[in-house]
């Protein structure tokens, strides 16, 4: 019973571009949380580096086509993917959870997958770039892209022999409210 949360990646108050990445990635491939670093897989980029990975990308992207925006600017995409507890092997979700980034960017954005197993759910915390591999576009979060990293995981759980949530509960508000 996979469920999945999408949060774009600002710079944010106070912070540089590139502490705000290095943070977020220091964070989810945290080896206590990783199995020392044995549950951290990498993908068009070396998930030791990917931070400045992901930065070189964004400045050939603005040398390639001038595009420059403020500190609304998203850096990468963070979706926290947790399992049902004792449904899944950490090994076996680090492998869906890279099935799942390969999917949804269509192969066309680096990424880094880590699967934490510090709680009694096992979950992958995956990011990906912003610009694609060849530093000509970016990834825009669209409407209903919450919904569409939800179908995404389930048909994969479903592929898998996992359990859904099979009503999920909306969050958050409407554009309307």
Request: aromatic content about 8%; charged content about 25%; proline content about 3%.
């Amino acid at each position: 019973m996979a469920t999945t949360r999408i949060m774009p990646l600002h710079i944010g108050k106070g912070r540089t571009e590139s502490r705000a990445i290095s943070d977020i990635i220091d964070y989810v491939a945290n080896p206590q949380k990783t199995d020392n670093g044995k549950l951290i897989t990498g993908y068009g980029c070396d998930s030791r580096t990917a931070d400045a990975e992901f930065l070189l990308a964004k400045r050939q992207y603005i040398a390639a086509t001038g595009r420059v925006r403020g500190a609304d600017d998203v850096i990468a995409y963070h979706v926290r993917q947790s399992f049902k507890p004792g449904e899944i092997t950490p090994e076996e979700a680090n492998r869906l959870g890279v099935e799942f980034a390969k999917r949804f960017t269509k192969d066309n954005h680096a990424f880094v997958v880590c699967t934490h197993i510090d709680k009694s759910h096992v979950h992958n915390h995956i990011i990906w770039s912003a610009v694609n591999a060849d530093c000509d576009r970016k990834f825009r979060n669209f409407w209903g892209s919450t919904r569409a990293v939800r179908r995404l995981s389930d048909t994969i759980c479903i592929e898998n022999g996992l359990s859904i949530v099979e009503d999920p509960k909306p969050h958050g508000k409407s554009y309307n409210k």
